[in-house]
Structure formats: structure tokens, C-alpha cells
């Protein structure tokens, strides 16, 4: 019942929608989207399970944003609601929700910044936990202030604020808390272009110990909170009208605490292992080409360092190239065409004394086609397909997918 009043409210603000100022953005919305999986839990070929491996479902979405201008100042609030239905595996079935907000500052003609919060809860995907029904609750708080103390330099100091909290017990280890700081030295060519030098440092705190291995009550465990440093060089080059490049190359220092703090509950603790630190060349280089008036073409490379989204691992490099493309075939119709490779290196993987250290292996490629019949409203369909090739038995997987969808803003 709370979710019928809850669209019904929406609904009403729809309609008075015409109550904002003229220049600004009050525009609510709703979506649908129906979708069939043939591989929900992202399971192995050779994996069997008590639930029902392919599912439709439906992912209900109602919301508002507003842009609101006033002056040299902008406000933005963003405010969802997302409602997760499953044919077969209903106890999936999930509600998220979603609350941004963040000021856009303006003082003067030099000094300009940034100030925000935002509050998610979503459901976890299963490619990585499995048959597991986790909501993660995803609080930020960011605030950023910029000075052009020359026509061509500008100074920059940021700060951001996260904090990650999952529902089930099983997945209490990946909680986070992580404060992250950034300085950053800019500047603008005659032409355009921007070239920055950054230093940035986040503390990574998991309260929880991760659990590697556990037989009935004993468990090893290690500490995945670290101390990050990176020293960036980044580039927005605007090479032509058609040709748009942004880069980013930096060296990376993680260092782990490999403190014993609270074990998991009910449990003894039978060995604690320390992870190792990283440190290496990391980046990412994008482009975005425009060949006539109706295409795009989007491409990224990138080699990046991600977090433990294995509990046997202390970090992963990640190594990946991504291709995307649009085609405006008609005033109303856009065709969308994307494919990617990643490889995923487990570092630090305590595992790896007994057999190879893990290597993941993912290709994913979609189509999908849009309908606007009018500028509130559009239409689309799509496929998805890809796989995972890993060299850890259970841990390969290859689905396919298809979905409809159609979207009103008011």
C-alpha cells in the first residue's frame, strides 16, 4: 500500500508540474522495464541450484529532478524510487531507493565549487555473491572548491566521504567507510584543452574482517583497510570538432593496515593473513569521435586497480577496452551497439599457494533500439549477452538477456 501512495504522490506533482519558474528543470518521471535472463545467478555451466536459473522480472522506477538556477548559483535534487519484481524467484524481489542532492557555488568570476550528499540503496548484482538477496546502502558526501587565480590556472582541492553497508551477514566484510582527498593543479590551452596534475589519498576503513576460509567454526580471516595514494597527470583534449579525448595516467601506492580487529561472530579465528601492498602504473585513456552529424563512437582502454570484490583477494587489476557506438537512423529512432573486454588479476589472493593465482576473463557485448515518439516519452529494446572465462573452477559463467523498456519525464 505504501508504494501505491507513494506513485500516487508523485503523480500529483506531475500534474503541477506547471508550477515551476520559467528557466528552471522541475520534471518528474516513470519507468518500465521488463527483462528475461537465462542466467540470473551468473552460475557455471556445471553449478545446479534449488531455484529457478532464468527469470523475468521487473524493474518499476518513479522519480523527480530538479534543476533550479537561481542566479549564478544551481541546485540539483534527485529523488527515486525503484521497485524489483521477480516471476520465479520472488524472494528476490527488492525496493531501492534513491535521494541526491548537491549546490553548484558560484563566488565572483574566479571562485566556483561544489557541495552534495547522496543516499542510495540498491540491490547487490549476482555475479560476484551468488544466491544472495543483499541490499547495499550507499551514503556520499562531497564537497569541492576551484580558484582561477589566472586566466589560464586554476587550483582545486576535494574532498568525498563514503560509507557502504550491506544487509546479509555473508557480505558485513565488504562494509566500508573511506575518506578521500584531492589537489589539483589545472591548466587551459588558447585552444581549449586542459591539463592537470593530481595528488589524491583516501583511507579505507573495513570494520569487519574478511573471512577467506571457514571449516564449522574455524575461520582465517585478513584486514582490507589501506592507505591510498595516487599521482595523476589528466588530459581533456579537444583535437578537433569531431575527435574528443580525455586521459588519465598515474602511480598508485596502496598500503594495507593488517590490524586483527573484531573476528566474526560465533567463530575462531585459526589464522590471520596479511595482505600485500600494491604499487604500479595505472590509467585510462577515452575518446569520443563524431564521423558525420548522426554517429558516435566511444572508446576506452584502461589499466586500473579495483577493490576486493573477491573476499580472497586484496585488490584487483583490472585491464579492459570498451567500444560503444549510436546511430540517429531517423529524427525518432537511435540505434545503440556496445561491446567490452576485461581481464580482472586477483592480487594478493591467499589461495594462490595451493593453485594458480585467480584470472578472470569477461566479454559482454549488447544491441538495443529507441523509439522517441515525442520529447517526454521514449521507447527502446534490447539484447545482452556475454561470459566469463576463469581459471578457478565455479567461477565461469555465460548468460544472455532481453529487455523492453519505455520511459515518460513530465
Known sequence: MRHAVWFALLGLVAGHSVLAAEGDTFRPYVSVNQVYDDNLFRLDDNETTAFSRSDYFR???????VDWKPGQQQFLLDIGKTLIRYNSNDFLDFDGDNLSGTWNWRLGNHVKGKLGTSRTTSQSSFENIGLVNNSVENTQRFARADWEFHPRWQLGLGVNALEKINSEP??????LERLARDLTLAYRTPKGSKLSAQIRQADADYPNL???SQVLFFVDVADNSYEQTEYNLLGDWQASGKLRIESKVGWVERKYRNEFTTPPPSTIVTGFFDRPDFSGLVGRL????????KTL???AVYRELGGTTDTNSSAVLKHGVALNGVWLMREKW???LGVSYENRDFRGDPDSSSGPQRQDDTVQSSLSISYTPISQVSLGAGVQSGYRDANVPGSSYQFNSVFVRARADF
Open 210 to 212: 574478511a573471512t577467506l
Open 59 to 65: 524493474v518499476l522506477e518513479a522519480g523527480l529532478n
Open 170 to 175: 555473508s557480505q558485513l566484510s565488504d562494509d
Open 297 to 299: 563512437v566511444n572508446a
Open 286 to 293: 577515452e575518446g569520443d569521435w563524431f564521423p558525420t552529424g
Open 334 to 336: 537511435q540505434l545503440d
